[in-house]
């Protein structure tokens, strides 16, 4: 089978470094954004011609558009786009901070509507591919400290399910990836937390 080109979101930990390593040890071609290079330094050295590495922070959504335009123009085919990156919050509705619900506003649902929204003329215009969206288990069902998450992943949910009927008859696929609880950065490095929980501790959560 030939090989493919992915463009993946988030791939200093978690689900996007694993996805990464498989895919490069597989030979395929990997176009994998970070906030910070040296998190990732071992796989930039491991694969200098299968792998590139950029820096993105998807509450930049001009940064966005200006990422995917350029990996399209470079590679002149992209295969899969992969929404990944995302955090948790933590807390009751009414103990967040303001900023803190539009932070995960911007990241997890604005970002990745952006990040697709920049890929989908681009993949019209090669004639198809596929869009995949890390969501959650919690993008359908919620539970009690995570309302802002579930919001996120709920409102990314709607938004892939109309954007599949739209781009269906273009050739390209969206899927909506909703995993179970995982021990990645997400309940630890990565996870924000109401100012009013000093105790927090990630192995409390154990849905997501
Ligand atoms: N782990 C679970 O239990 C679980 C379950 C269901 C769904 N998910 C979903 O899986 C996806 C990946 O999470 P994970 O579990 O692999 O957690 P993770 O290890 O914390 O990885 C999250 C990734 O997203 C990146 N990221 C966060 N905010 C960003 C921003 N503003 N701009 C660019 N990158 C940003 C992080 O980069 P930095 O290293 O720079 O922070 C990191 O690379 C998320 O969408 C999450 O909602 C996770």
């Known amino acids: 089978m030939s090989k493919r080109t992915w463009l993946i979101t988030g791939v200093s930990s978690g689900f996007g470094y694993e996805m990464i390593k498989l895919l490069l040890d597989e030979g395929e071609k990997v176009i994998g954004t970070v906030r910070n290079k040296d ?10 011609d299968t792998f590139i590495c950029e820096l993105l922070d998807v509450t930049d959504v001009p940064a ?63 004639g198809g591919g596929r869009i995949i969206q890390l969501s959650t288990y919690g993008g ?10 579930h919001a996120t992943k709920f409102g990314i949910e709607g938004f892939c399910e109309s954007v599949a009927q739209e781009v269906a008859p273009f050739n390209i696929g969206v899927t909506l990836v909703e995993p179970g609880g995982a021990r990645t950065e997400f309940r630890y490095g990565s996870a924000q937390v109401a100012k009013l929980m000093p105790e927090y501790d990630g192995n409390q959560h154990t849905v997501f």
């Open 64 to 126: 966005i558009r200006k990422l995917v335009d350029s990996s399209f123009e470079k590679f002149g085919r992209i295969d899969v786009i992969v929404s990944n990156a995302g955090y948790g919050l933590f807390g009751a509705a009414e103990e967040l901070s303001d900023e803190q619900v539009d932070h995960i506003i911007a990241t997890n649902l604005t970002g990745s509507i952006q990040f697709i929204r920049s890929a989908l003329p681009h993949l019209r215009t090669q």
């Open 39 to 48: 998190k990732i330094s071992g796989l930039i050295e491991q694969y200098p």
């Open 140 to 149: 359908q069902v919620a539970f009690p400290g995570n309302s802002m998450y």
